[in-house]
């Protein structure tokens, strides 16, 4: 991109203005079809949302103040990327000269912004300079262009600032990916205060509204504005709500290797461009329940733990039915403390197949001391041939090194072990890197939708178990304790400790 001399900046918006008034008239095309196929000439084929919502951008006019637009999409159906492009739009043809763009969090709206300054280098507008000839702002959360258009980037996350440029307010306020499907009550309840007490009365007397997220949690902003919770955006045109396919018919099937996948039976794609093929392809990838929430906004009827609707049945293989196996970790999530009001404690034994997937040999879970835990750890782990055993670490930190270091001599002191045994690798983790417990439970959810897990016929109960309760109610410790086995076996980047306190990599990742 260039940057335009002020005088050169005057010219730019005196073109601006012709363009407002003469359609056609200059270097960019005032009309959304045309203007689309310059700015992406790539998207060439259109679903009734979308041709809606390029007409409500089409028939924006400086002054006029539009009801709001609210548009529920799928997650593949071209959200964001039509929301962006007429942002652009908007604002290189004159329609609007202010846009907000808001996110759920800072990070989010400020890949949306560089985006629109992809696009808008792309129809060669120039950055907005001062007499001076210096750039009056292109940065990450902010653009000024010569022809007057500005954009600025809000995360709901990066708290109250000012929303303001000069003496402009925003003429248009973009709401997109302003829900998560783990937002608490509380962070939802925020989320609303935050628009409705600053982003909104924000706007100028001209302002054009447009909220545009998939629904991805029941309580979330877009559910309550759907289901008449919400006390804002009243003033809107009728909410369009559109899954990826509607009538959505499908059945779990086993290939000729064994290994299952979904095949969809029945429903229609609302979009070419993510057709039934793509969608089945997406169950398979993402996972059954990632799908219904993320393209189906499939959110109220998910009842009991969020492995309740797996078929445990289907996993579960005898000892003797494993294949080779490449690799095997022993996990735990010991409590720091040994009440009956503590937490309880978590084992598990997994092992990598060279069939790719993970075996789940050995599950324990109870109350019992930091030691007993340890021990019992290394103990399984010398009988089952693992490489490391791994501890969450989020209670106690480091302390659990020294404390392994203490189970393992003792073992050898009660003569449990011989001296001579090699003593496993020891690895730990902390959970707060990955997220909260549903976002990790997401995660192997995911991978058990894929089939890539399987139940070793012993202790498998106590696993299942587990997992059938898993957020609904205590304890929830085994089926955590499970995620850090997927992990590791995942070739995810997990510290190791040597015994002698060396650290380095695993070769595996």
Request: glycine share 8%; charged share 25%; hydrophobic share 40%.
């Amino acid at each position: 991109m260039y940057s335009a001399s002020y005088e050169q900046q005057e010219r730019e918006r005196a073109r601006a203005v012709r363009q407002r008034e003469q359609s056609g008239q200059g270097g960019i095309p005032h009309e959304w079809r045309p203007w689309l196929a310059k700015a992406a000439p790539g998207i060439t084929v259109f679903a009734d949302r979308h041709i809606r919502l390029w007409t409500w951008f089409d028939a924006l006019t400086p002054t006029a103040t539009p009801p709001a637009r609210i548009e529920d999409w799928p997650r593949g159906g071209g959200k964001s990327s039509s929301v962006e492009l007429g942002t652009t739009f908007a604002g290189s043809t004159g329609r609007r000269t202010f846009a907000l763009y808001v996110s759920g969090t800072q990070a989010k709206a400020d890949v949306h912004l560089q985006t629109i300054s992809g696009v808008l280098e792309r129809l060669g507008i120039a950055r907005a300079v001062n007499k001076y000839n210096q750039s009056k702002g292109w940065t990450q959360t902010r653009l000024r262009a010569a022809n007057g258009f500005n954009v600025v980037s809000f995360g709901l996350d990066a708290g109250s600032r000012g929303i303001k440029l000069d003496d402009y307010r925003p003429d248009l306020i973009i709401l997109d990916d302003i829900d998560d499907r783990h937002d608490s009550l509380g962070t939802v309840q925020k989320k609303i205060e935050t628009i409705t007490q600053s982003i909104l009365p924000s706007g100028s007397s001209a302002t054009a509204i447009l909220f545009v997220q998939n629904t991805i949690h029941k309580d979330g902003v877009m559910a309550q504005l759907i289901d008449g919770r919400a006390a804002f955006l009243l003033r809107r045109d009728p909410i369009a709500v559109e899954p990826a396919v509607r009538g959505l018919a499908y059945e779990q099937r086993r290939a000729d290797d064994g290994s299952l996948h979904y095949v969809i039976t029945g429903g229609e794609a609302t979009w070419e461009g993510q057709s039934l093929v793509v969608c089945e392809a997406q169950i398979n990838d993402w996972g059954l329940t990632a799908f219904q929430r993320e393209a189906q906004h499939e959110v109220d009827d998910v009842t009991g733990s969020m492995f309740s609707h797996l078929d445990f049945a289907a996993l579960r293989v005898d000892p003797e039915q494993l294949p080779e196996l490449v690799r095997t970790v022993v996990w735990c999530d010991p409590a720091v403390s040994n009440t009956d009001t503590s937490d309880a404690n978590g084992i598990i034994v997994d092992s990598l197949g060279v069939d790719g997937r993970i075996y789940r040999r050995y599950a324990w879970e109870q109350r019992a001391s930091p030691e007993t835990v340890l021990e019992h750890a290394y103990l399984k782990a010398v009988e089952y041939g693992a490489e490391a055993i791994g501890v969450e670490t989020d209670q106690g930190g480091d302390t659990w090194l020294s404390v392994a270091a203490q189970a393992w001599q003792h073992l050898i002191a009660e003569q449990k072990i011989a001296p001579t045994t090699r003593r496993p690798l020891y690895r730990a983790a902390k959970a707060g890197s990955i997220g909260s417990k549903a976002e990790r439970g997401g995660k192997m959810l995911a991978a058990y939708e894929r089939d890539k897990l399987r139940h070793v016929r012993g202790t498998h109960t106590v696993l299942e178990k587990a997992l059938s309760r898993f957020l609904i109610k205590k304890p929830f410790d085994l089926a955590d304790t499970a995620f850090w086995g997927w992990k590791d076996l995942q070739s995810a980047p997990v510290p190791i400790v040597v015994p002698g306190g060396d650290t380095r990599r695993s070769p595996w990742q």
